[in-house]
């Protein structure tokens, strides 16, 4: 069966390891759970189930209250530093019960997406190096906020594991990200110890093929046989998940400037207008829901992280002019976007 490069955005299907790292963090900094979770529909409890399953919107939201309510320009990178082997259930004791990294590194090529995690991993070998390309999976602006906390949680996430695998004394070689510079870049040298190499083509972590070859502590083929198994059943669930709602926001999130109608996107995936419609209703939503939501969600990432104004924005979101916009805007956040850069910065402020 063919690999689907992307998980569904609105299935719950995922498990929540990623979700409740960072919701252990946020509490960990004085921020209630039912806080860090709002607009998930998930309470504590469900989140503290071991058969809780979420969505990537879900874990969006999750990140987009991370990045509101915590003062800690650590917050992604602390975060993944709370993720262990064990955190990922299955896939964690395969990777555990493994001869070698070289299995390690197969195991994550294949089954990475058992999890929620925040990046697609693809991992290479050579003779003298490992590299690990990491991609965001819904987010794909590397200007934004939640595509650097996807990229430096992966990252700080992966080192966890693997020095859970190896010891403490694992480093990486090399770091590659595809943004600039940030503020707290200190904290990368502080938490990896390595090289980072800023606005190049990818994101990701170099190490060395040596590391390969060394036998780990918990080595067990019977058992590595039997969790690949359950890890196969797990993958095969999630990649029979319908997504057209995923697939049509990752069109319109790529071509939103001078793609808007339904039309457009049908003809992009290759089927007819009305079939894409009775996709998208039976997965619960619409065409317009869809669109309006990302424009929202792009809109508001624009007015807090960005100084563009209400004409810029609105070319940019594809409205034919600022002043629909602005009417747009009010009609689904409840505020004038003046209004609410005005707020945000001040929320900015107040916290440091």
């Known amino acids: 069966m063919a690999r689907n490069p992307a998980p569904s955005y609105y299935a719950r299907v995922h498990k929540a390891d990623t979700l409740f790292a960072i919701v252990e963090q946020l509490r960990s900094e004085g921020v209630d759970a039912h806080h860090a979770l709002a607009d998930t529909d998930l309470t504590p409890t469900q989140l503290a189930s071991h058969d809780c399953r979420v969505s990537y919107r879900q874990l969006e939201a999750v990140i987009g209250n991370a990045l509101r309510l915590s003062t800690d320009l650590a917050i992604a990178l602390n975060a993944g530093s709370r993720v262990c082997v064990t955190s990922y259930g299955m896939y964690g004791y395969a990777m555990l019960s493994s001869r070698t990294l070289a299995e390690v590194v197969d195991l994550t090529n294949k089954y990475i997406r058992i999890g929620t995690p925040c990046c697609m991993a693809v991992m290479t070998k050579s003779e003298t190096s490992v590299l690990c390309c990491l991609s965001p999976m819904h987010w794909y602006d590397e200007t934004t906020e939640i595509y650097r906390f996807a990229v430096e949680f992966a990252l700080a996430a992966h080192q966890k594991v693997i020095r859970d695998l190896l010891g ?185």
Not at 276 to 295: K, M, N, P, Q
């Open 168 to 352: 403490p004394q694992f480093v990486f070689k090399r770091i590659m990200l595809r943004y600039g510079r940030p503020k707290h870049s200190t904290l990368y040298t502080g938490l990896f110890g390595a090289q980072v190499d800023y606005g190049q083509a990818e994101n990701g972590y170099e190490f060395d093929a040596a590391h390969l070859h060394a036998p780990l502590p918990f080595a067990d083929p019977r058992s590595n046989a039997m969790v690949s198994e359950i890890c196969e059943t797990m993958l095969l669930e999630i990649e029979q998940v319908s997504d057209m709602a995923g697939a049509v926001r990752r069109i319109l999130i790529e071509n939103l400037g001078h793609m808007r109608r339904l039309g457009d996107v049908a003809k992009t995936l290759n089927i007819h207008p009305r079939s894409l419609r009775r996709a998208l209703a039976a997965e619960g939503t619409s065409y317009s829901e869809v669109f309006s939501s990302i424009r929202a969600e792009l809109a508001i990432r624009y007015l807090r992280e960005t100084d563009m104004t209400s004409e810029d924005i609105a070319y940019r979101l594809g409205f034919s002019d600022a002043a629909n916009f602005r009417h747009s805007f009010k009609r689904l956040i409840g505020v004038p976007p003046s209004e609410y850069r005005r707020n945000a910065k001040h929320n900015a402020v107040s916290s440091v």
